[in-house]
């Protein structure tokens, strides 16, 4: 199956070319970053973060630092938040869950079934997943099925299906037309 992708249709998080899409905290929000960053910047805040780290710090603020600096240790942001059992979603195909919660986990799973359910990724697509010691690369359908369940992944596949009916029922019908209207002109 090829991928579904219509560009200006992919929301930011099923993106598969995305950057710094999400985190999703051990309570399984999803603190999508692109919304955030709007969110701050209609505020007019001083601070616009772009990235995983710039975010990490915005959540973990300048204490967090200050105690490692006491430590003697240098922290390093993101690490610190996936310690904790954080995502972080690079995008959809691409994430860091070195310790996630299973909370998080669950969320990300519904996060990645609708963007398969909807046509953005294709079930088999292979979802890169850093561990911390080394990386797996499940399928989009066996990671859905592992982290959120087997109805999650089976309702994945119903709407994906539903989808694809959808679009073979309009090729049948513009085949037909099309065979109509040249009966006609014939």
């Not at 998080?104 to 359910?117: D, E, I, N």
């Not at 539903?162 to 037909?176: F, I, N, P, Q, V």
């Amino acid at each position: 199956m090829n991928r579904l992708l219509k560009r200006q249709n992919v929301p930011l998080l099923c993106d598969p070319t995305g950057l710094s899409a999400a985190w999703i905290d051990p309570t399984g929000v999803v603190h999508d970053l692109h919304a955030m960053g709007r969110q701050r910047e209609e505020a007019e805040e001083t601070f616009l973060p772009q990235d995983h780290e710039e975010w990490a710090e915005l959540f973990l603020g300048t204490s967090a630092a200050a105690e490692a600096a006491e430590r003697g240790d240098i922290l390093d942001y993101v690490e610190e938040l996936v310690k904790r059992g954080w995502i972080k979603v690079s995008n959809a195909t691409s994430i860091d869950a070195s310790k996630p919660t299973l909370g998080a986990k669950k969320s990300f799973a519904r996060m990645l079934a609708k963007c398969v359910g909807d046509g953005h990724i294709d079930p088999f697509e292979e979802i890169y997943v850093w561990e911390g010691d080394g990386a797996s690369l499940p399928s989009a359908g066996d990671l859905v099925e592992d982290w959120g369940g087997k109805d999650m992944a089976e309702a994945m596949f119903a709407r994906l299906n539903a989808r694809l009916e959808g679009r073979l029922s309009e090729a049948r019908a513009l085949r037909t037309l099309r065979g109509l209207v040249r009966a006609l002109l014939t």
